[in-house]
Protein backbone atom coordinates (compact mmCIF):
# COMPACT_ATOMS: atom_id res chain seq x y z
CA UNK A 1 0.00 0.00 0.00
CA UNK A 2 1.13 3.53 -0.33
CA UNK A 3 2.03 5.01 2.33
CA UNK A 4 0.17 8.00 3.35
CA UNK A 5 2.10 11.64 3.16
CA UNK A 6 2.08 13.38 6.44
CA UNK A 7 0.54 16.95 5.94
CA UNK A 8 -0.06 17.79 9.51
CA UNK A 9 2.97 20.89 9.53
CA UNK A 10 1.32 22.36 6.29
CA UNK A 11 0.13 25.75 6.35
CA UNK A 12 -3.51 25.79 5.02
CA UNK A 13 -6.09 22.46 6.25
CA UNK A 14 -8.99 21.83 4.54
CA UNK A 15 -10.85 24.49 6.86
CA UNK A 16 -8.19 26.88 6.53
CA UNK A 17 -9.13 26.64 2.34
CA UNK A 18 -12.24 26.91 2.99
CA UNK A 19 -12.65 29.85 5.48
CA UNK A 20 -10.29 31.67 2.86
CA UNK A 21 -12.33 30.86 -0.89
CA UNK A 22 -15.57 30.46 0.13
CA UNK A 23 -15.95 34.62 1.37
CA UNK A 24 -13.56 34.86 -2.09
CA UNK A 25 -16.51 33.30 -3.99
CA UNK A 26 -18.98 35.63 -2.33
CA UNK A 27 -17.09 38.69 -3.21
CA UNK A 28 -16.68 37.85 -6.61
CA UNK A 29 -20.35 36.80 -6.58
CA UNK A 30 -21.41 40.39 -5.22
CA UNK A 31 -18.68 42.43 -7.35
CA UNK A 32 -20.11 40.43 -10.79
CA UNK A 33 -23.75 41.22 -9.94
CA UNK A 34 -22.93 44.93 -9.29
CA UNK A 35 -22.50 44.65 -12.75
CA UNK A 36 -25.30 42.72 -14.03
CA UNK A 37 -27.37 45.08 -11.82
CA UNK A 38 -25.88 47.97 -13.58
CA UNK A 39 -26.42 46.45 -17.18
CA UNK A 40 -30.03 45.78 -16.06
CA UNK A 41 -30.71 48.67 -15.06
CA UNK A 42 -29.48 51.02 -17.56
CA UNK A 43 -31.16 48.59 -20.21
CA UNK A 44 -34.37 50.44 -19.23
CA UNK A 45 -32.33 53.68 -20.92
CA UNK A 46 -32.05 51.91 -23.94
CA UNK A 47 -29.41 50.21 -25.91
CA UNK A 48 -27.32 53.03 -26.75
CA UNK A 49 -26.94 53.53 -22.44
CA UNK A 50 -25.82 49.97 -22.13
CA UNK A 51 -23.46 50.23 -25.19
CA UNK A 52 -21.62 53.41 -23.78
CA UNK A 53 -21.41 52.36 -20.31
CA UNK A 54 -20.09 49.09 -21.32
CA UNK A 55 -17.27 50.58 -23.17
CA UNK A 56 -16.10 53.04 -20.57
CA UNK A 57 -16.26 50.05 -18.09
CA UNK A 58 -13.76 48.31 -20.10
CA UNK A 59 -11.82 51.68 -19.71
CA UNK A 60 -12.17 51.27 -15.62
CA UNK A 61 -11.35 47.26 -15.58
CA UNK A 62 -8.21 47.97 -17.28
CA UNK A 63 -7.27 50.39 -14.27
CA UNK A 64 -8.92 48.50 -11.75
CA UNK A 65 -6.43 45.23 -13.43
CA UNK A 66 -3.05 47.72 -13.30
CA UNK A 67 -4.19 48.51 -9.61
CA UNK A 68 -4.79 44.74 -8.74
CA UNK A 69 -1.64 43.50 -10.19
CA UNK A 70 0.01 46.31 -7.82
CA UNK A 71 -1.32 45.18 -4.94
CA UNK A 72 -0.57 41.11 -6.11
CA UNK A 73 3.12 42.98 -5.81
CA UNK A 74 2.69 43.58 -1.99
CA UNK A 75 0.47 40.99 -1.28
CA UNK A 76 3.29 38.52 -2.42
CA UNK A 77 5.86 40.69 -0.69
CA UNK A 78 4.28 40.80 2.74
CA UNK A 79 3.07 37.00 2.34
CA UNK A 80 6.59 35.98 1.59
CA UNK A 81 7.61 37.62 5.07
CA UNK A 82 5.26 36.00 6.87
CA UNK A 83 5.77 33.04 5.61
CA UNK A 84 8.86 33.45 7.40
CA UNK A 85 7.74 35.23 10.38
CA UNK A 86 9.32 39.00 9.48
CA UNK A 87 5.89 40.57 10.67
CA UNK A 88 7.55 44.13 11.11
CA UNK A 89 8.61 43.63 7.26
CA UNK A 90 5.63 42.47 6.20
CA UNK A 91 3.65 45.74 7.78
CA UNK A 92 6.51 47.97 6.03
CA UNK A 93 5.78 45.94 2.76
CA UNK A 94 1.90 46.93 2.98
CA UNK A 95 2.18 50.68 4.03
CA UNK A 96 4.95 51.18 0.83
CA UNK A 97 2.02 49.31 -1.22
CA UNK A 98 -1.21 51.49 0.29
CA UNK A 99 0.87 54.62 -0.43
CA UNK A 100 2.44 54.08 -3.62
CA UNK A 101 -0.72 52.81 -5.25
CA UNK A 102 -2.60 56.07 -4.19
CA UNK A 103 -0.20 58.22 -5.56
CA UNK A 104 0.04 56.65 -8.88
CA UNK A 105 -4.00 56.17 -8.89
CA UNK A 106 -4.30 59.90 -8.25
CA UNK A 107 -1.76 61.26 -11.19
CA UNK A 108 -4.07 58.51 -13.54
CA UNK A 109 -6.61 60.45 -12.40
CA UNK A 110 -5.59 64.15 -13.84
CA UNK A 111 -4.42 62.61 -16.92
CA UNK A 112 -8.00 60.77 -17.67
CA UNK A 113 -9.80 64.09 -17.23
CA UNK A 114 -7.34 65.92 -19.17
CA UNK A 115 -7.59 63.31 -21.94
CA UNK A 116 -10.95 62.37 -22.07
CA UNK A 117 -12.01 63.25 -25.39
CA UNK A 118 -8.79 61.80 -27.42
CA UNK A 119 -9.55 58.29 -24.99
CA UNK A 120 -13.09 58.49 -26.12
CA UNK A 121 -12.57 59.08 -29.59
CA UNK A 122 -8.56 57.10 -30.31
CA UNK A 123 -9.99 54.05 -28.59
CA UNK A 124 -13.67 53.60 -29.69
CA UNK A 125 -13.06 55.56 -32.94
CA UNK A 126 -16.38 55.96 -34.81
CA UNK A 127 -19.70 54.89 -33.09
CA UNK A 128 -23.07 55.98 -32.70
CA UNK A 129 -23.43 59.74 -31.69
CA UNK A 130 -25.68 58.42 -28.88
CA UNK A 131 -22.76 55.82 -27.73
CA UNK A 132 -20.58 58.42 -27.37
CA UNK A 133 -22.53 60.62 -25.13
CA UNK A 134 -23.93 58.30 -23.08
CA UNK A 135 -20.07 56.77 -22.54
CA UNK A 136 -18.34 60.83 -21.52
CA UNK A 137 -21.03 61.61 -19.22
CA UNK A 138 -20.21 57.99 -17.47
CA UNK A 139 -16.88 58.59 -18.08
CA UNK A 140 -16.90 62.22 -16.77
CA UNK A 141 -17.88 61.02 -13.53
CA UNK A 142 -17.13 57.54 -12.33
CA UNK A 143 -13.06 58.28 -13.49
CA UNK A 144 -13.49 60.41 -9.67
CA UNK A 145 -13.55 56.80 -8.00
CA UNK A 146 -10.32 55.63 -9.68
CA UNK A 147 -7.90 56.40 -6.33
CA UNK A 148 -10.49 54.87 -4.60
CA UNK A 149 -10.41 51.44 -6.26
CA UNK A 150 -6.55 51.72 -6.11
CA UNK A 151 -6.99 52.04 -2.28
CA UNK A 152 -9.80 49.49 -1.83
CA UNK A 153 -7.91 46.90 -3.54
CA UNK A 154 -4.63 47.45 -1.85
CA UNK A 155 -6.30 47.25 1.34
CA UNK A 156 -8.44 43.59 0.35
CA UNK A 157 -5.25 42.09 -0.91
CA UNK A 158 -3.41 42.81 2.59
CA UNK A 159 -5.81 41.72 4.33
CA UNK A 160 -6.29 38.51 2.23
CA UNK A 161 -2.48 37.84 2.46
CA UNK A 162 -2.83 37.52 6.73
CA UNK A 163 -5.89 34.78 5.83
CA UNK A 164 -8.98 37.80 6.17
CA UNK A 165 -11.14 37.19 3.06
CA UNK A 166 -14.38 37.88 5.01
CA UNK A 167 -13.56 41.79 5.38
CA UNK A 168 -13.39 42.30 2.09
CA UNK A 169 -16.51 40.55 1.19
CA UNK A 170 -18.20 42.86 3.90
CA UNK A 171 -17.07 45.61 2.23
CA UNK A 172 -17.65 44.38 -1.25
CA UNK A 173 -21.47 43.92 0.18
CA UNK A 174 -21.80 47.47 1.61
CA UNK A 175 -20.64 48.78 -2.00
CA UNK A 176 -23.96 46.11 -3.83
CA UNK A 177 -26.14 48.12 -1.78
CA UNK A 178 -25.02 51.17 -2.23
CA UNK A 179 -24.92 51.27 -6.25
CA UNK A 180 -28.58 48.91 -5.85
CA UNK A 181 -30.34 51.63 -3.75
CA UNK A 182 -28.63 53.95 -5.87
CA UNK A 183 -29.60 53.03 -9.04
CA UNK A 184 -33.05 52.59 -8.08
CA UNK A 185 -33.06 56.11 -6.89
CA UNK A 186 -30.85 57.62 -10.05
CA UNK A 187 -31.97 55.70 -12.90
CA UNK A 188 -35.47 54.66 -12.07
CA UNK A 189 -36.70 57.46 -9.73
CA UNK A 190 -34.81 60.56 -11.25
CA UNK A 191 -33.99 58.68 -14.75
CA UNK A 192 -30.60 60.36 -14.88
CA UNK A 193 -29.33 57.77 -17.61
CA UNK A 194 -25.88 57.27 -17.49
CA UNK A 195 -25.40 59.02 -15.07
CA UNK A 196 -27.31 57.51 -13.22
CA UNK A 197 -24.76 54.75 -12.95
CA UNK A 198 -22.17 56.34 -12.06
CA UNK A 199 -23.49 58.51 -9.36
CA UNK A 200 -23.86 55.26 -7.27
CA UNK A 201 -20.81 53.42 -8.60
CA UNK A 202 -18.72 56.36 -7.41
CA UNK A 203 -20.26 56.77 -3.90
CA UNK A 204 -19.62 52.78 -3.68
CA UNK A 205 -16.06 53.09 -3.97
CA UNK A 206 -15.24 55.98 -1.70
CA UNK A 207 -16.87 54.24 1.05
CA UNK A 208 -15.14 50.82 0.62
CA UNK A 209 -12.00 52.71 0.75
CA UNK A 210 -12.85 54.86 3.50
CA UNK A 211 -13.94 52.39 5.23
CA UNK A 212 -10.93 49.91 4.18
CA UNK A 213 -8.22 52.79 5.10
CA UNK A 214 -9.72 52.88 8.67
CA UNK A 215 -9.62 49.41 9.42
CA UNK A 216 -5.55 48.98 8.03
CA UNK A 217 -4.87 51.64 10.66
CA UNK A 218 -5.56 49.00 13.23
CA UNK A 219 -2.31 47.80 14.79
CA UNK A 220 -3.98 45.28 16.73
CA UNK A 221 -4.31 43.14 13.14
CA UNK A 222 -1.49 41.21 12.14
CA UNK A 223 -1.07 43.12 8.92
CA UNK A 224 -1.60 46.98 9.13
CA UNK A 225 -0.40 50.43 8.04
CA UNK A 226 1.38 53.29 9.52
CA UNK A 227 -0.95 55.90 10.89
CA UNK A 228 1.12 58.92 9.24
CA UNK A 229 0.21 61.55 6.33
CA UNK A 230 3.97 61.40 5.53
CA UNK A 231 4.98 59.23 2.79
CA UNK A 232 8.47 58.22 3.01
CA UNK A 233 9.23 55.70 0.33
CA UNK A 234 11.59 52.80 1.42
CA UNK A 235 12.83 52.15 -2.30
CA UNK A 236 14.60 48.65 -1.94
CA UNK A 237 10.93 47.30 -0.63
CA UNK A 238 9.10 49.31 -3.12
CA UNK A 239 11.27 48.01 -5.72
CA UNK A 240 10.98 43.93 -4.77
CA UNK A 241 6.55 45.25 -4.54
CA UNK A 242 7.10 46.44 -8.49
CA UNK A 243 9.70 43.27 -9.17
CA UNK A 244 6.16 41.57 -9.03
CA UNK A 245 3.83 44.35 -9.89
CA UNK A 246 5.00 45.47 -13.05
CA UNK A 247 5.22 43.14 -15.23
CA UNK A 248 1.71 41.59 -13.24
CA UNK A 249 0.17 44.82 -14.78
CA UNK A 250 1.99 44.89 -17.74
CA UNK A 251 0.21 41.59 -18.36
CA UNK A 252 -3.35 42.88 -16.98
CA UNK A 253 -3.22 45.92 -18.85
CA UNK A 254 -2.10 44.92 -22.42
CA UNK A 255 -4.42 42.06 -21.81
CA UNK A 256 -7.47 44.94 -21.34
CA UNK A 257 -6.05 46.49 -23.49
CA UNK A 258 -6.90 43.98 -26.31
CA UNK A 259 -10.16 43.73 -25.36
CA UNK A 260 -10.40 47.31 -26.07
CA UNK A 261 -9.08 47.31 -29.47
CA UNK A 262 -10.89 44.21 -29.93
CA UNK A 263 -14.25 46.13 -29.25
CA UNK A 264 -13.38 48.87 -31.59
CA UNK A 265 -13.63 46.05 -33.99
CA UNK A 266 -16.89 45.01 -32.29
CA UNK A 267 -18.27 48.74 -32.57
CA UNK A 268 -18.52 48.01 -36.22
CA UNK A 269 -20.64 45.68 -36.28
CA UNK A 270 -23.32 47.40 -35.12
CA UNK A 271 -25.21 48.37 -31.69
CA UNK A 272 -26.61 44.91 -31.77
CA UNK A 273 -23.01 43.59 -31.68
CA UNK A 274 -22.22 45.79 -28.71
CA UNK A 275 -25.01 45.12 -27.30
CA UNK A 276 -24.90 40.97 -26.96
CA UNK A 277 -20.89 41.68 -26.32
CA UNK A 278 -21.89 43.83 -22.96
CA UNK A 279 -24.51 41.57 -21.88
CA UNK A 280 -22.35 38.26 -22.99
CA UNK A 281 -19.19 39.82 -20.91
CA UNK A 282 -21.18 40.50 -17.40
CA UNK A 283 -22.86 36.96 -17.98
CA UNK A 284 -19.23 35.50 -18.47
CA UNK A 285 -17.60 37.15 -15.61
CA UNK A 286 -20.45 34.88 -13.48
CA UNK A 287 -19.21 31.92 -15.13
CA UNK A 288 -15.46 31.95 -14.66
CA UNK A 289 -17.18 33.29 -11.10
CA UNK A 290 -15.17 30.18 -8.29
CA UNK A 291 -11.70 30.65 -10.83
CA UNK A 292 -11.51 34.54 -10.26
CA UNK A 293 -11.77 33.33 -6.28
CA UNK A 294 -9.56 30.65 -6.36
CA UNK A 295 -6.72 32.48 -8.09
CA UNK A 296 -7.34 35.51 -5.68
CA UNK A 297 -6.24 32.50 -2.94
CA UNK A 298 -3.72 31.46 -4.54
CA UNK A 299 -1.44 34.44 -3.98
CA UNK A 300 -1.75 34.39 0.00
CA UNK A 301 -1.29 31.00 0.07
CA UNK A 302 1.25 30.02 -2.16
CA UNK A 303 3.49 33.20 -1.34
CA UNK A 304 3.35 32.00 2.52
CA UNK A 305 4.73 28.56 1.60
CA UNK A 306 7.32 30.09 -1.06
CA UNK A 307 8.58 32.18 2.06
CA UNK A 308 8.92 29.36 3.96
CA UNK A 309 10.87 27.62 1.39
CA UNK A 310 8.59 24.65 0.81
CA UNK A 311 7.90 23.49 -2.38
CA UNK A 312 6.31 20.54 -1.80
CA UNK A 313 3.20 22.42 0.09
CA UNK A 314 3.19 24.68 -3.03
CA UNK A 315 3.16 21.73 -5.16
CA UNK A 316 0.30 20.27 -3.01
CA UNK A 317 -1.49 23.40 -2.98
CA UNK A 318 -1.84 24.35 -6.74
CA UNK A 319 -3.12 21.00 -7.46
CA UNK A 320 -5.68 21.34 -4.79
CA UNK A 321 -6.96 24.85 -6.20
CA UNK A 322 -6.79 23.55 -9.60
CA UNK A 323 -9.19 20.88 -8.64
CA UNK A 324 -11.11 23.19 -6.78
CA UNK A 325 -11.62 25.60 -9.23
CA UNK A 326 -12.76 22.71 -12.27
CA UNK A 327 -15.16 21.91 -9.64
CA UNK A 328 -16.75 25.14 -8.99
CA UNK A 329 -17.00 26.32 -12.80
CA UNK A 330 -18.65 23.07 -13.62
CA UNK A 331 -21.58 23.86 -11.16
CA UNK A 332 -22.09 27.56 -11.76
CA UNK A 333 -21.82 26.94 -15.83
CA UNK A 334 -24.47 24.27 -15.15
CA UNK A 335 -26.30 26.62 -13.20
CA UNK A 336 -25.79 29.41 -15.83
CA UNK A 337 -27.39 27.47 -18.80
CA UNK A 338 -30.45 26.28 -16.67
CA UNK A 339 -30.99 30.08 -16.59
CA UNK A 340 -30.23 31.30 -19.84
CA UNK A 341 -34.06 32.11 -20.96
CA UNK A 342 -34.22 34.42 -18.15
CA UNK A 343 -30.92 36.37 -18.68
CA UNK A 344 -32.47 36.96 -21.79
CA UNK A 345 -35.34 38.87 -20.74
CA UNK A 346 -33.52 40.44 -17.89
CA UNK A 347 -31.69 42.60 -20.21
CA UNK A 348 -34.49 43.34 -22.40
CA UNK A 349 -32.52 42.30 -25.68
CA UNK A 350 -34.13 42.56 -29.13
CA UNK A 351 -34.30 38.36 -31.27
CA UNK A 352 -31.16 39.25 -32.91
CA UNK A 353 -29.30 40.66 -30.03
CA UNK A 354 -30.85 37.51 -27.44
CA UNK A 355 -29.61 34.56 -30.65
CA UNK A 356 -26.04 36.06 -30.63
CA UNK A 357 -25.78 36.11 -26.80
CA UNK A 358 -26.88 32.93 -26.12
CA UNK A 359 -24.56 31.45 -28.69
CA UNK A 360 -21.57 33.47 -26.60
CA UNK A 361 -22.31 32.26 -23.37
CA UNK A 362 -22.70 28.72 -23.95
CA UNK A 363 -19.36 28.84 -26.18
CA UNK A 364 -17.57 30.32 -23.36
CA UNK A 365 -19.40 28.19 -20.80
CA UNK A 366 -18.10 25.27 -22.35
CA UNK A 367 -14.44 26.40 -22.98
CA UNK A 368 -14.29 27.74 -19.00
CA UNK A 369 -14.87 24.74 -17.86
CA UNK A 370 -12.21 22.67 -19.94
CA UNK A 371 -9.55 25.40 -20.32
CA UNK A 372 -9.53 28.59 -17.59
CA UNK A 373 -7.75 26.50 -15.02
CA UNK A 374 -4.37 26.01 -16.19
CA UNK A 375 -4.26 29.07 -18.58
CA UNK A 376 -5.14 31.38 -15.19
CA UNK A 377 -4.28 29.39 -11.45
CA UNK A 378 -1.15 28.01 -12.91
CA UNK A 379 0.36 31.51 -13.79
CA UNK A 380 -0.86 32.46 -9.87
CA UNK A 381 1.69 30.07 -8.54
CA UNK A 382 4.58 31.58 -10.72
CA UNK A 383 3.49 35.17 -9.46
CA UNK A 384 3.18 34.27 -6.10
CA UNK A 385 6.88 32.32 -5.63
CA UNK A 386 8.21 35.63 -7.75
CA UNK A 387 8.29 33.93 -11.69
CA UNK A 388 6.23 37.03 -13.02
CA UNK A 389 8.92 37.90 -16.12
CA UNK A 390 7.71 34.22 -17.97
CA UNK A 391 3.66 35.07 -17.21
CA UNK A 392 4.08 38.61 -18.90
CA UNK A 393 5.73 37.31 -21.73
CA UNK A 394 3.80 34.40 -22.85
CA UNK A 395 0.54 35.95 -21.97
CA UNK A 396 1.43 39.49 -24.02
CA UNK A 397 2.58 37.43 -26.80
CA UNK A 398 -0.48 34.78 -27.22
CA UNK A 399 -2.82 37.96 -26.61
CA UNK A 400 -1.63 39.89 -29.52
CA UNK A 401 -0.89 36.86 -31.97
CA UNK A 402 -4.42 34.76 -31.02
CA UNK A 403 -6.67 37.46 -29.14
CA UNK A 404 -5.86 40.26 -31.50
CA UNK A 405 -4.90 38.65 -34.79
CA UNK A 406 -7.26 35.82 -34.91
CA UNK A 407 -10.36 38.60 -33.75
CA UNK A 408 -9.63 40.39 -37.22
CA UNK A 409 -9.27 37.15 -38.91
CA UNK A 410 -11.78 35.28 -37.25
CA UNK A 411 -14.52 38.08 -36.91
CA UNK A 412 -13.77 40.81 -39.89
CA UNK A 413 -12.29 38.49 -42.73
CA UNK A 414 -14.30 35.59 -42.55
CA UNK A 415 -17.29 37.17 -41.42
CA UNK A 416 -18.04 35.44 -38.28
CA UNK A 417 -18.65 39.28 -36.34
CA UNK A 418 -18.95 39.14 -32.41
CA UNK A 419 -18.27 35.43 -32.23
CA UNK A 420 -15.12 35.28 -33.97
CA UNK A 421 -14.03 37.64 -31.27
CA UNK A 422 -14.54 34.91 -28.81
CA UNK A 423 -13.63 31.76 -30.70
CA UNK A 424 -10.08 34.30 -30.83
CA UNK A 425 -10.48 34.19 -26.71
CA UNK A 426 -10.46 30.87 -26.11
CA UNK A 427 -7.85 29.87 -28.86
CA UNK A 428 -5.84 32.28 -26.66
CA UNK A 429 -6.53 30.31 -23.50
CA UNK A 430 -5.58 27.24 -24.87
CA UNK A 431 -2.00 28.42 -25.84
CA UNK A 432 -1.45 30.24 -22.47
CA UNK A 433 -2.38 26.66 -20.95
CA UNK A 434 -0.08 24.78 -23.46
CA UNK A 435 2.71 27.43 -22.12
CA UNK A 436 1.97 27.27 -18.58
CA UNK A 437 1.93 23.67 -18.38
CA UNK A 438 5.00 23.29 -19.95
CA UNK A 439 6.53 25.93 -17.67
CA UNK A 440 5.29 24.15 -14.38
CA UNK A 441 6.39 21.05 -15.69
CA UNK A 442 9.98 22.39 -16.09
CA UNK A 443 9.94 23.66 -12.53
CA UNK A 444 12.22 27.32 -12.95
CA UNK A 445 9.70 28.64 -11.35
CA UNK A 446 11.04 27.20 -7.72
CA UNK A 447 13.50 29.48 -8.03
CA UNK A 448 12.32 33.18 -8.26
CA UNK A 449 11.67 33.70 -4.29
CA UNK A 450 12.40 37.42 -4.02
CA UNK A 451 12.63 37.66 -0.15
Known amino acids: MKKKTDRSHYLFDNKALLILIIPLVFEQMISVSMGIVDSAMISRVGEAAVSGVSLVDNIMILLINVFSALATGGAVVAGQYLGQKREKEACDASTQLVWFVTICAVVITIIVYLGHEL ?35 AGAAIFRTRGNSVLPMGISFLMLVINVAGNAICIIGLRMGAAGVAIPTLLARIAAAVLILILLCNENNLLHIKK ?71 TPVIARCVGVGDYEQVTYYTKKLNIITYAGLLIMNGFVFLIMPLITKIYHLSAQTAQVTERIIVFHGIACMIIWPVAFILPGTFRAAGDVKICMIISIVSMWIFRIGFSYLLAGYFGLGVFGVWISMVIDWTVRAICFLVRYVGGKWQKAAIV
Open 119 to 153: ILNVVFGKIDQDVMANAKVYLLIVAGSIPFIALYN
Open 228 to 298: SWRYRPDWPMVRKILSIGVPNGMENSMFQLGKIMVLSLVSTFGTFAIAANAVSTSVALFQILPGIAVSLAV
